[in-house]
């Protein structure tokens, strides 16, 4: 099995699990691998040092590469984000391309008040925001949009 680093064009660094390299250049050619945190496909491996296990009671000697690279995402902070847009899956209905008439209809009082997520385009998010209607972009990632396991 090997670990990768990974790091997409958003630079969000992740890890990848694969069982060879060719597997990871399989994947990668045919565009299965995405960026957890904003989906994106445009994905890097970044230099790592083998993980080694001496066994025998010894500690695991993991090196990881850290940079002061001031773009850089950091992990807590991905990891926050990452618990915050399950939380928003969880607790939210996926109305889908209905997004903007839901949130009228619930604006208006003629649905039941809930948090909902779904599609808007640019020009029903600004016709919402006009009307007063609270709205939030967000890009959530793929794989949280399927059911949650």
């Known amino acids: 099995m090997k670990v990768l680093d990974l790091q997409c064009a958003h630079l969000h660094v992740f890890e990848g699990w694969f069982s060879s390299e060719a597997d990871f250049q399989k994947q990668q050619g045919r565009g299965l691998i995405e960026c957890p945190v904003c989906a994106n496909a445009t994905i890097t491996k970044m230099l790592s040092a083998p993980r080694l296990n001496f066994g025998g009671g010894r500690e695991v000697i993991e090196h990881r590469h850290n940079s002061t ?74 794989f949280l949009k399927g059911q949650l396991q």
Do not use: C
């Open 69 to 142: 690279h001031p773009a850089r995402t950091d992990p807590t902070l991905q990891s926050v984000w990452m618990a915050v847009a399950q939380h928003i899956v969880a607790n939210t209905d996926d109305v889908g391309d209905q997004f903007a008439e839901e949130a009228r209809k619930i604006h208006y009082g003629e649905a039941a008040e809930r948090g909902i997520r779904g599609k808007a385009s640019s020009a029903e998010t600004e016709s919402l925001i006009e009307e007063g209607i609270v709205v939030m972009p967000l890009d959530l990632p793929e």
